[in-house]
Nanobody
């Protein structure tokens, strides 16, 4: 089973940028869509962004659209989440995950459509 490890989190001021990485090992998910989710303190996990297996189609939650960019590098088995203009409400533990459906044309937003969750990386944005 693929293992995913997130990195790149930290504590920043509002307006700053961070780039999260998610590195895959084991059976690499090159033919699967990948997603980023986050769990703010005391709240449920929520969808942030997803990218299809070829990297040419993306989907974003409305509250990050225009500020976050998801991308992937197949050769390095890494996906990224570039986060610009961070806001205090972006504070959360961020997780990456692999879509359950192989080569699906649909970029799901429900966490139940994903598997192989990483351990998460904390992002804290102060005002």
């Amino acid at each position: 089973q693929v293992q995913l490890v997130e990195s790149g989190g930290g504590s920043v001021q509002a307006g700053a940028s961070l780039r999260l990485s998610c590195e895959a090992s084991g059976p690499t998910p090159t033919t699967y869509a990948m997603g980023w989710f986050r769990q703010p303190p005391g709240q449920d996990r929520e969808f942030v962004a997803a990218i299809n297996w070829s990297g040419d189609t993306t989907n974003y939650a409305d509250n990050v659209k225009g500020r976050f960019t998801i991308s992937r590098e197949h050769a390095k088995h890494i996906q990224y989440l570039q986060m610009n203009n961070l806001k205090p409400e972006d504070t959360a533990v961020y997780y990456c995950a692999k879509a359950i459906a192989r080569a699906s044309p649909i970029l799901y937003t429900a966490s139940g459509e994903y598997t192989s969750w990483g351990q998460g990386t904390q992002v804290t944005v102060s005002s």
